[in-house]
């Protein structure tokens, strides 16, 4: 079982950034391909970007490739979304999920799931 909590979000200006954390509990952490999603009002949850267990690969949609950076820290249980230009669209509540399997964009195919945490652009 793991356990995710994410945090970071909040509101920020158009072209700004921010850095999202989830931290997971349990050793097992770097056993799990990381994945973020987001899902904003009134539309389904989409992915955003996902990382292999050890750090070496990544997946982004095609949308925030170039401005979002995935990344992980195992020592920390710990995976991170860098998000830089953010624009008004990428308004959303942001999810990450543990799956077994890399690459996966399938939010069906993560076996865990955090809370979420708010992210608002203003334009």
């Known amino acids: 079982q793991v356990q995710l909590v994410e945090s970071g979000g909040g509101l920020v200006q158009a072209g700004g950034s921010l850095r999202l954390s989830c931290a997971a509990s349990g050793r097992t952490f770097s056993s799990y391909a990381m994945g973020w999603f987001r899902q904003a009002p009134g539309k389904e949850r989409e992915f955003v970007a996902t990382?292999?267990?050890?750090?070496?690969?990544?997946a982004y949609a095609g949308s925030v490739k170039g401005r979002f950076t995935i990344s992980r820290d195992n020592a920390k249980n710990t995976v991170y979304l860098q998000m830089n230009s953010l624009k008004p669209e990428n308004t959303a509540v942001y999810y990450c999920?543990?799956?077994?399997?890399?690459?996966?964009?399938?939010?069906?195919?993560?076996?865990?799931w955090g809370h979420g945490t708010q992210v608002t652009v203003s334009s």
């Open positions: 999920a543990a799956g077994s399997a890399f690459p996966v964009v399938v939010r069906g195919e993560y076996d865990y």
């Open positions: 990382i292999d267990r050890t750090g070496s690969r990544t």
